[in-house]
Structures are given as structure tokens and as C-alpha cells.
């Protein structure tokens, strides 16, 4: 993922006067799409960190102590979610809580909010900004052309790569300014297919639909083999005495996946409140009975008894088209 991005990324040190691009990492709830754009800043921050060794603890500091204090000043990645409803004096006053900086006031206004993070921003050396739930903007004021105009405005005047999450984007107003689309064939300026560009198509051009997440299938092979690797991933940072190594993903994987129907956040909250109930009960590994007994969203939960209906009415079609065996046909008489 982070080689994808680094194009977009290393933009500020070829270009310091163009406008930065940004990206999206979009999809339906639930896919880890939070997850993901967490990861890319730490990764971020650690790869700024090994190429700043002046911001590294002192050689008497131990590198279990250090706790990012020795940043001074420096911000190199900043994350906010997006409030629901969240306008754009709203998203300012989020950013600007991240960077401490002191809140006007009720006689705050979008500039007043605004400029003071265009400030900090720059001050702190800030290079790439994650913006996660995007889906949660403004649709009401403007048709929500007023909260895209200032994501518009902080990627004009700061030099940071903006990141944003979000469920299914292209459903909303993010990319077409709150407006729609306007086809005007033989327009003055208007593209050889007759799709105009104007005002609608600015945040289309500046967002590139860089990862789309969904739930993971496990059809092929390959597929399979991704979902054990993930598996693999959460079952290795078990803390827990008594759990057998690998266990679950070689045994264990396909029941995994109809628990959360390929969901990496239902996943994850399996495994976190099912370790959880393996402490308080002292088994100390996460068996099948400890499994069976965390339940899961409303969604999760349903979708499992549909595939264990489906199973179990498989099994019994199995059952009796299957030929008589020997035994049953010499117990017949």
C-alpha cells in the first residue's frame, strides 16, 4: 500500500508550488479502511523518524522509553475523523485540537479556525494529513460544496498529502462537489464524450480512488491464502499462555471466515473480545468454545446463521442422495 503511495507522498519535494494530490481509500463499513489508513501514518512517521535521526532519543535514553517526546515541534502526520455532520469550520476546529491550538470562541468563524491550522501546519512540518470518515461531511449547506471546498483549501495552501477514508464515496457528494455531473454535448470546452468538467469535477480530479476495500473472499486459492495471512497476523500478537502457535489459521480459518463473512473489522473484534474471554476465564488460548461464544454485530451474526442454514441444508441434501452402505443394506432384511 505504501508503495502505491509513494508517489503522492514524495510530491512535495519536486513541486513546492503545485497543488498536492490526494487519495482515498474507499468502501463499504467495516472493511478496515480505519485500520489501514492508521497503519499508513505510522509507517509513515517511522520512515520519516529513520530519515530524522535528530529526532531519535538520545544514545542514554533507552528506545523502550522513548515515547515520541523528542519530536519537539514536529507533526509529520496528523489524523482526524470526521464528525457526523461535520462542516467546514467544524473540520478546522478538529484539526486544530489535534495541533493545540487554543479555540477563538463562539465568535469563531471558518477563517478564524482556519488560518491558525495553515499556521501550525506549516510550523510543525506536517506532511501528510489523514482525514478518515469522510462520508460523515456536510451534505446539507450547499449540497456539501462548502465542506469539499475547504478540503479543497487546506490541499491549495499547506504542503501535506491528504489521505481520507471513507464508505462508498462515489455514492456521496465528495467527488462531484455536491452537484452532479452535467453531460452537454457540442458545449464550447466540454470533452470529445460530452462529460463537462467544470466546477463538479474538482474533487474528481484530485482524488485518486487509490484502494477500494471489501469484504475478503476466499473462493481461490490465492484468496485463501490471503485470508490466513491475515489470520496469521492477528493470531501471532496473541498474548496468551496456553494458546497453541498457528492453530487457528491452519485449522480454524474457514470457520473464522463465516464468523465475520470476510469483514476485517469483525475479525478483529472477534479475536480482541474472544482473547479478552480466555483472561477472565483463565483458559489462556483461544479455543473453539471460547469462539463460539463472543457474539458479534448484528450483521455478523446474521449472515452466520444464513451460512450455517445453508451448511446444514447441504448436509442433509448430501445425506439422502448419497448411495446405502453395505451395512444398511444388510440390515435391511
Known sequence: MLAALEPKLTQGQYSQDATYHSAIINGPGHCGKTSLLKM???EYELAWREHHPGYAPPPDVSPSDFRGDF?????PVVYV????GATAGMLSQALGKFLHIPNPGRTSTKWTLTDPVLDALEACGTELLLLDDLHMLDKIR??????NDHIKNLANHAAVTIIGAGILLERGNLFTDGAPTRTRPGKAGTASNGHERGRAGQSGSRFADLQHLAPLPITTHEQQRTWMSLVRHFESNLILLEHESDILTLRHWRYLHERTSGYIGALAMLFKEAAHRAMDTGVEALTRDILDSVVLGHDDEVDYAKTKARRQAAARHRAKTAPPTPDQDSGTG
Do not use: A, F, N, P
Open 71 to 75: 519530536l519537539g515541534d514536529r507533526v
Open 81 to 84: 475523523s470526521v464528525s457526523t
Open 40 to 42: 499508513i501514518g505510522k
Open 142 to 147: 450547499d449540497g456539501g460544496q462548502e465542506t
